[in-house]
């Protein structure tokens, strides 16, 4: 077909946008165009909704129907067309593997999530709850997919960030949904508990949550589970519900609304421009029954402290909560600092002074043999930090408290 003219300088531009109206995906898309159009002015906007694939005679007739621009908000369903790709007319599209490995041109752009922090996000998820022992990743099946390959990758590296290990699941490439489900279930058997698993979408995660049914692990007491994209229909009809984390969609939309616009008016033709740009800002997770929030802030420093108070005896340091906690320094340090407003290593030197008074009160034993036995290898650093802390000096305490 010939070239579809752009648009004059007094008509509007037509806009055709191909979308899946999927449960969130579609319609915080849609949102997001909807924020552009309303700020910088208006389109003849054209929805095409679908969720197979879009045939080259709609695509055909969409070029026919003098469009200059089109916005692909599909994901991988929509393969490269020949039709769009001779139409001359700009598009963009979003988070489309397939468009973005084979179409490489001045009028095309690809929005992408930022899929390496949305795999961070579910870790930090999980982190933050403390109360882990084993941490897991189930991938879309082929193993070829690159946003869940990022995802998983993000997922890893957070962990690797804190000290602790991400172990993700495998499987024979053979085999049906059943054999993929009892695969999955073997896994999560061989898993410390309680263990929290991410995976690389909702329908993953639905097979995580039957695998689970079928191994008799309780969610979320033994297995945790968070999935991606908050397919509501797929969330919210799960035993338990699943949590689920939101990408960004409305600001993929904007964004891609906004690059049409840009490309649209010759303003981002450039060879050295990036053919992908990547969506930013901090996705949303929809917490759910398949995840625990047991450990909130306060519980978190909680345990923390029945910790420090049944080993301050023995010289403990923030090092030692810090593991017994499962979580970063940083993050512990935080949630001590919200809830309590102090440190940790406050906390711990006022438990290991107040168990010092009480050896000092109760025994005779020499000054060097309480502080050695309470896990201070030099007698004059505890003198000072006690004389600091009490205004007086440990024998000034004793004769004191002896009298």
């Not at 890893?156 to 804190?162: C, L, N, P």
Request: glycine share 6%; hydrophobic share 40%.
């Amino acid at each position: 077909m010939g070239r579809v003219p752009h648009k004059t300088s007094r008509r509007l531009p037509r806009v055709t946008v191909f979308v899946s109206m999927r449960s969130c995906y579609g319609p915080s898309v849609m949102r997001g165009i909807f924020a552009h159009i309303a700020e910088h002015g208006e389109w003849r906007l054209d929805i095409v909704r679908f969720e197979k694939d879009v045939s080259e005679r709609i695509i055909y007739e969409a070029c026919a129907h003098h469009a200059n621009g089109f916005i692909v908000a599909v994901t991988d369903t929509f393969a490269p067309s020949n039709t769009l790709l001779a139409s001359g007319i700009p598009f963009v599209t979003i988070e489309n593997d397939a468009l973005a490995r084979e179409v490489r041109s001045p009028l095309v752009r690809h929005i992408r999530l930022d899929n390496h922090d949305i795999g961070r996000s579910g870790a930090r998820e999980f982190i933050a709850e403390g109360r882990y022992s084993s941490f897991g990743f189930v991938p879309e099946r082929s193993g070829t997919a690159a946003w869940s390959s990022e995802r998983c990758r993000g997922f890893s590296d957070e962990f690797h960030r804190h000290n602790a290990v991400c172990i993700t699941f495998s499987e024979p490439p053979a085999g049906g949904k059943a054999e993929r489900i009892g695969n999955i279930a073997k896994w999560l058997k061989r898993l410390r508990k309680p263990a929290a698993i991410m995976a690389a979408d909702d329908s993953i995660a639905m097979d995580v949550l039957q695998a689970c049914s079928a191994a008799r692990l309780r969610v979320p007491n033994d297995i945790a589970v968070l999935g991606v994209d908050d397919e509501e229909f797929i969330c919210e009809s799960t035993t338990p519900q699943l949590s689920s984390i939101r990408p960004n969609f409305t600001e993929a939309g904007r964004l891609a609304a906004e690059t049409l616009e840009r490309l649209m008016r010759n303003s981002l033709r450039n060879k050295g421009d990036a053919s992908e740009i990547t969506v930013r800002g901090e996705s949303e997770i929809i917490r759910r029954a398949s995840t625990s929030r047991e450990t909130s802030s306060g519980q978190l420093v909680q345990r923390a402290l029945a910790f420090i108070h049944h080993n301050a005896k023995r010289g403990i340091g923030v090092r030692d909560v810090v593991a017994h906690l499962r979580v970063s320094r940083s993050l512990a340090d935080l949630r001590f600092r919200e809830v309590r407003g102090e440190s940790i290593l406050s906390v711990i030197t006022a438990a290991r002074l107040g168990e010092l008074k009480a050896k000092l009160a109760r025994t005779d034993e020499p000054i060097g043999e309480v502080t050695r036995r309470l896990g201070w290898a030099n007698e004059n650093y505890p003198k000072n930090l006690f004389r600091k802390h009490f205004g007086i000096t440990m024998n000034e305490y004793r004769r004191r408290n002896r009298a």
